[in-house]
C-alpha cells in the first residue's frame, strides 16, 4: 500500500518532471503546457495538504486563465522555422544543461537534511471556511487585486503583441 | 473614503475601456488628470471631515484594513504629484493618440497599484498591490517597443521575479508563525516568537524590497529600465515608482510590523552607503542623461535608506522627507530630460551644450532641481539631508554622516557636469534651430521646481504640517 508521503513525493516528481519540459523544451506552446501541467499538480498537492482555498486559486488562475493569456500571446507571435528551433534548444542546453542535475543534487540534499522544527503552526482553521466566503467576505481586496492583475496582462498582450503581428518583426 | 482612491480609478478605466473611441480615448487624458489633481487636494489638506466620510456600502466591501496615517498622505501626495507631471509630459512625447491612451491606462493602473501599496495593513494584500504596480511597470517601460525598452523591461521582470518570490517565500513563513496575514497580527505574533525562521523571513523580505528599490547590490535592473524607457514612464518610475515599491514599503514594514532590531540598523547603514557612494560614482562617468539621472536615483535612495537606518524619530523623519523631495527633484530632472530628448531625440549629452539659451525654462528648473538634489540651501533637498546628517551625528554614525557630506560633494559634482554639458557653454550649429519645449512638459517643470523652492523656504510649516506629525506613528 503507499503511503500518503509516497504519494506527494511520487506528484512532486511528476512535478520536476513538468518544470523541466516547461524549461528545456524547444516549443513555447509545449512549455505553457509543461507550466499548466505543474499548476495542476501543485494543485493536487494544495488539495493534499488541505489547502483547498490556495489549490481553487492555483486551479482557476495558474492552470486556467494564464495558461489562455500565454496561449493568445503565443498566437500572435511569429513561430520560428525548424532549423531556429534547433539551433536555439541547442544553445540553450548548452547554457541550462547542469539545471537537471542541480535539481536533483538539491532534491536529494533536502531530503536527507532534517530542518529543526520550531516554527509555531497555527490551529488549521481554512477546511471549515467556505470557499465562497473566504473570497467574497474576508478577501475581496484580494480578489480585486486579482481582477486588476487580469486587465494588465490583457492591456500588456494588447500593447506589446498586436503590432509585432501586423508587421511581422 | 479610502476605497474610493482605488475603486474610482478603476471603475473609470473600466468604462473608458468598453468604448475606445476617440471621444473616449481624448476624455482618459482629463479623467486621469482629475483623479490626479482630487487625490493631490486631499492629501495636501488632510482635513479629517474629507477622510473619515462614511461610504456606508462601499466600506462594508472593502473592510479588509485600509487605513491612513501621516506617512500615507505624505506617499498620497507624491504618487499624485509625479502621475501628474508623467501625464504631462506623455501629452507632447507619446504622437499617437492610442498609444497614449494606453499609456494613460497604465499610469491609471500603476497609481492604483501604489495607492494600494500605501493604504493597506495586510501583508498579503501588500504582496498584490506591488505586484499590480510592477506588472503595470514592466509594459510601460516596454510600451516603445524597441530592442532597448524591451531589454530593459525583460531584465525589470526578471529581477523583480526574484524579489517575488523572496517576498511570496517570507509571507508563508510569517503567516505559519502568525497564522493571519495583517501587521497587527504579524507583530504580535513576533513579539512572542522569536527564532532563526523569523529572522530568514524578515532577511528575505528586506532583500526582496531591496531588488524592487533598486538598493546596491541589488540595482542591476534601474539603469536599464529608466533610460530604455519612454520619457514619461522614465519620470514615473525614477519619480515614486521604485521608491513606493521598495523603499516606503520597507519603512512601512519596519515600522509597523518587523520592528527595529539593532542587526537590521547596521545592515540597513551599510546598504544606505553603499547606494549613496556607488550611485553618486557610477553617475560621474556617464554621457547619457537619463542614465546619469538613473544611477543619481540610486544614490539618493541610499540617502533615504541612510536615514532610516538611524531608527530615530529625527533620522526616519528625514527619510520620509527625502522620499518627498527626491520624488518632485528626481522627477523635475527627468522631465528636463524629456523636454531636451523631445528637441534633440536624444539624450547623448555630447550631442548637447549651450541648451539653456534656447530652453530657458528647461534650463531654469534643471538648475533647481540640481541645487535640491545637491543639497543647497534653502531648497527642499538641503533640509531632507541635513536632518538625516544631523540624526546620524546624533545617533552615534559619525563616520556614515560623513560619508552622507561628501557624496553630496560627489552629487554636486556629476550634476554640475551635466548642467554644463547639456544647458551651458556653446550651442552648436546643428542645435540652433530649436525652441523650448512645449507648453505640457514646461508647466510640469514650472510645477516641480514651484514645489522644490516652496517646501524649502516654508520648511518650518511643512515641517510642522506633514513632517512632525510622523513622531506619533515611530512611538507608538
Not at chain 1, 51 to 71: D, K, M, Q, R, W
Not at chain 2, 91 to 114: A, P, Q
Not at chain 2, 326 to 346: C, D, M
Amino acid at each position: 500500500m503507499i503511503s500518503h508521503i509516497s504519494i506527494n513525493t511520487l506528484l512532486l516528481l511528476v512535478m520536476l518532471i513538468a518544470v523541466l519540459w516547461t524549461v528545456m523544451g524547444r516549443s513555447l506552446l509545449k512549455a505553457t503546457i509543461g507550466l499548466a501541467l505543474t499548476s495542476a499538480v501543485v494543485t493536487i498537492l494544495m488539495f493534499r495538504l488541505n489547502s483547498p482555498l490556495a489549490a481553487v486559486f492555483e486551479l482557476s488562475v495558474c492552470t486556467g486563465l494564464i495558461t489562455v493569456v500565454f496561449v493568445s500571446t503565443i498566437s500572435l507571435t511569429k513561430p520560428l522555422t525548424n532549423k531556429e528551433i534547433v539551433e536555439l534548444s541547442k544553445e540553450r542546453n548548452k547554457r541550462f544543461g547542469y539545471l537537471p542535475i542541480l535539481l536533483i543534487v538539491i532534491s536529494i540534499a533536502l531530503t536527507f537534511i532534517r530542518i529543526r522544527n520550531n516554527i509555531i503552526i497555527p490551529p488549521v482553521t481554512t477546511p471549515e471556511l467556505d470557499v465562497r466566503r473566504v473570497m467574497w467576505d474576508m478577501r475581496q481586496l484580494d480578489m480585486l487585486g486579482q481582477i486588476i492583475v487580469v486587465i494588465i496582462g490583457a492591456l500588456g498582450v494588447v500593447i506589446l503583441f498586436e503590432e509585432r503581428r501586423r508587421d511581422e518583426w | 473614503m479610502l476605497s474610493l482612491l482605488i475603486l474610482v480609478p478603476l471603475i473609470g478605466i473600466v468604462i473608458l475601456n468598453l468604448s475606445a473611441r476617440a471621444p473616449a480615448r481624448r476624455l482618459a487624458f482629463w479623467f486621469a488628470l482629475l483623479i490626479f489633481i482630487s487625490q493631490i487636494l486631499l492629501a495636501a489638506c488632510r482635513h479629517p471631515v474629507l477622510w473619515n466620510v462614511e461610504m456606508k456600502q462601499i466600506d462594508t466591501f472593502f473592510k479588509v484594513s485600509l487605513s491612513m496615517d501621516q506617512i500615507s498622505f505624505i506617499m498620497l501626495l507624491c504618487i499624485g504629484i509625479v502621475s501628474i507631471a508623467s501625464l504631462l509630459v506623455a501629452r507632447h512625447t507619446i504622437y499617437d493618440e492610442k498609444e497614449l491612451f494606453k499609456f494613460v491606462n497604465l499610469l491609471i493602473i500603476t497609481s492604483i497599484g501604489m495607492n494600494g501599496i500605501v493604504l493597506v495593513k495586510d501583508i498579503f494584500t501588500l504582496y498584490i498591490f506591488l505586484e499590480i504596480t510592477a506588472l503595470a511597470s514592466f509594459v510601460l517601460i516596454a510600451l516603445e517597443k524597441d530592442r532597448n525598452a524591451i531589454e530593459g523591461s525583460f531584465k525589470y521582470l526578471i529581477l523583480s521575479a526574484i524579489a517575488t518570490i523572496m517576498l511570496l517565500t517570507s509571507i508563508a513563513l510569517l503567516f505559519m508563525v502568525s497564522g493571519s496575514t495583517s501587521f497587527e497580527a504579524i507583530r504580535q505574533a513576533l513579539n512572542l516568537a522569536n527564532n532563526n525562521i523569523i529572522l530568514f523571513a524578515i532577511g528575505l523580505f528586506v532583500c526582496g524590497l531591496a531588488i524592487k528599490g533598486g538598493l546596491v547590490p541589488f540595482h542591476a535592473w534601474v539603469p536599464d529600465a529608466y533610460s530604455s524607457a519612454p520619457a514619461a514612464v522614465s519620470v514615473l518610475l525614477g519619480g515614486i515608482v521604485t521608491k513606493t515599491v521598495g523603499i516606503y514599503t520597507l519603512i512601512r514594514l519596519l515600522i509597523a510590523v518587523f520592528g527595529f532590531d539593532p542587526s537590521l540598523k547596521t545592515i540597513l547603514l551599510a546598504l544606505g552607503a553603499l547606494s549613496i557612494v556607488f550611485g553618486a560614482l557610477a553617475a560621474i562617468g556617464q554621457n547619457d542623461m537619463k542614465r546619469m539621472l538613473a544611477y543619481s536615483s540610486i544614490s539618493q535612495v541610499g540617502y533615504i535608506i541612510l536615514g532610516f537606518g538611524c531608527g530615530t524619530f529625527l533620522g526616519i523623519a528625514g527619510a520620509i522627507f527625502h522620499i518627498f523631495n527626491h520624488s518632485i527633484f528626481k522627477s523635475l530632472l527627468f522631465v528636463n530630460s524629456a523636454a531636451v530628448e523631445t528637441r534633440l531625440g536624444t539624450t547623448d549629452m555630447n550631442k548637447m551644450g549651450g541648451l539653456s539659451s534656447k530652453m530657458p525654462i528647461t534650463g531654469t528648473t534643471s538648475v533647481i532641481g540640481m541645487l535640491s538634489a545637491a543639497g543647497v540651501p534653502p531648497l527642499a533637498g538641503f533640509w531632507s539631508k541635513l536632518m538625516i546628517i544631523v540624526a546620524l551625528w546624533q545617533s552615534g554614525s559619525k563616520t556614515y554622516s560623513f560619508i552622507a557630506i561628501m557624496a553630496s560633494v560627489i552629487t554636486l559634482a556629476y550634476l554640475l557636469i551635466m548642467q554644463r554639458k547639456v544647458f551651458f557653454g556653446k550651442l552648436s550649429i546643428e542645435n540652433e534651430n530649436i525652441d523650448e519645449a512645449r507648453i505640457g512638459i514646461s508647466t510640469a517643470s514650472i510645477m516641480l521646481a514651484v514645489i522644490i523652492i516652496g517646501s524649502g523656504v516654508f520648511f518650518p510649516l511643512v515641517f510642522n504640517k506633514f513632517i512632525a506629525p510622523i513622531q506619533e506613528l515611530i512611538i507608538r
